[in-house]
């Protein structure tokens, strides 16, 4: 009898064991909160969401380090099945939420992303254990500022896919955007492209209305294609929203056209002259864009010059192996 009753206690100390084995949390696991849609028929589908791209290329830099990694989306807001996973980061993107999925597992190492501040409820940022940010300003004034923990993080590029591109007939647009239209009001660097008569070509969604079949030449480029594009256009706009530009935010697009071998041509934003000084040109309004998008046109082997600038500047400090090292760094730092 003594041996039976041996025998069972031993049975159940090893499944509480293993119980609390499996339920233990692996601080080598990484779970992506996205704003991506999984579903095809939406316009946030994954596929073709540059929220997913962002998160897939932090993914990659993760899994360098050694890290496993796994992507919930809004669909999986209201049950997240977090597992057992040591570590989350949630992307704030273009998605409003009032308050983050309920998590009960105690010592569970969160992070808010935040490089887009539509939709963002203040409370949140109490929620989680630290804020990251793509804006120093807003770390500094507003997370620090509130008594919250938090770090600046740029977005960044991921130079294995925006890599220079071979000369490619199909590909060589003379004054090229890729971007969608959200608002349905425009975007600052097509209309004054459209102003300054440039030959512009567009592609993007949500255009349809507002663009000629002879401007908009597409909805989408594929993601892995991309860097063809931006490597053969003679110049790439990019424009960010006032309150982009206010806070900080540094459109992941400078980062991307410039790893590629791209000339940008972008919006006067002081962080990218901070980090960029005169490699990446910028305008201050629709006169001087008109002036300098002629200029640069007429001077290939000065476009050619500053682009190899800016894209060593941009492969030194802004990819996602190097974003990903100071995600650790974060987590590292949460005590639980």
């Given at each position: 009898m003594?041996r039976?009753?041996?025998?069972?206690?031993?049975l159940?100390?090893v499944?509480?064991?293993?119980?609390?084995f499996?339920?233990?949390?692996?601080?080598?696991?990484?779970?992506?909160?996205l704003p991506s849609?999984?579903?095809a028929?939406s316009?946030?589908?994954?596929?073709?969401d540059?929220?997913?791209f962002?998160?897939?290329d932090?993914?990659?830099?993760?899994e360098?380090?050694?890290?496993?990694?796994e992507?919930?989306?809004?669909?999986d807001?209201?049950d997240?099945?977090l597992?057992?996973?040591?570590?989350?980061?949630?992307?704030?993107?273009?998605?409003n939420f009032?308050?983050?999925?309920i998590?009960?597992?105690k010592?569970?190492?969160t992070?808010l992303y935040?490089?887009?501040l539509?939709g963002?409820?203040?409370?949140?940022?109490?929620e989680v254990?630290?804020?990251?940010?793509a804006?120093?300003?807003?770390i500094?004034e507003y997370?620090?500022?509130?008594?919250?923990?938090?770090?600046?993080?740029?977005?960044?590029t991921?130079?294995?896919?925006?890599?220079d591109?071979?000369?490619e007939?199909g590909?060589?647009?003379?004054?090229?955007?890729?971007g969608?239209?959200?608002t349905?009001?425009?975007?600052?660097?097509v209309?004054?492209?459209l102003m300054?008569n440039?030959?512009l070509?567009?592609?993007?969604?949500?255009?349809?209305?507002?663009l000629?079949?002879?401007?908009?030449?597409?909805?989408?480029i594929?993601?892995?294609?991309?860097?063809k594009?931006?490597?053969?256009a003679?110049?790439?706009?990019n424009?960010?929203?006032?309150?982009?530009a206010?806070?900080?935010?540094?459109?992941?697009r400078?980062y991307?056209?410039?790893a590629?071998?791209?000339f940008?041509?972008?919006?006067y934003?002081?962080?990218i002259?901070v980090?960029y000084?005169?490699?990446i040109?910028?305008?201050?309004?629709?006169e001087?864009f008109?002036?300098?998008l002629?200029?640069?046109?007429?001077h290939?082997?000065?476009?050619k010059t500053?682009a190899?600038?800016?894209?060593k500047i941009?492969?030194?400090?802004?990819?996602n192996?190097?974003a990903?090292?100071k995600f650790?760094e974060i987590f590292k730092n949460i005590?639980?």
């Open positions: 003594k039976i009753l041996f025998i069972v206690l031993f159940i100390c499944a509480g064991g293993w119980l609390l499996a339920n233990r949390l692996d601080y080598n696991k990484i779970v992506l909160v849609s999984n579903r028929s316009p946030y589908f994954y596929k073709k540059g929220d997913f962002l998160a897939n932090l993914k990659l830099g993760f360098k380090l050694g890290y496993e990694v992507y919930r989306f809004r669909e807001y209201d997240l099945r597992k057992n996973a040591g570590n989350v980061i949630y992307f704030k993107g273009y998605y009032e308050k983050l999925p998590d009960d597992k010592g569970r190492k992070i935040v490089y887009y539509e963002l409820h203040p409370k949140i940022l109490g254990d630290a804020v990251a940010s804006s120093k300003r807003f500094e997370v620090l500022g509130n008594g919250y923990k938090g770090q600046y993080i740029p977005q960044y991921n130079k294995e896919r925006f890599k591109a071979n000369s007939i590909k060589q647009f003379e004054v090229l955007f890729v969608s239209d959200h349905g009001k425009g975007r600052k660097s209309d004054y492209a300054a440039a030959n070509s567009v592609f993007g969604k949500f255009w349809d209305k507002s000629g079949r002879d401007v908009l030449k597409g909805s989408y594929d993601n892995d294609e991309l860097y594009y931006y490597g053969n003679k110049i790439v706009l424009d960010h929203r006032k309150d982009m206010y806070w900080g935010f540094v459109s992941n400078i991307d056209v410039s590629s071998g791209g940008v041509f972008t919006d934003v002081k962080e002259e980090e000084g005169d490699s040109v910028m305008y201050k309004n629709k001087e008109k002036e300098k002629e200029y640069y046109l007429e290939e082997d000065e476009r500053l190899r600038k800016a894209q941009t492969l030194e400090k802004f990819t192996e190097v990903a090292k650790v005590k639980k």
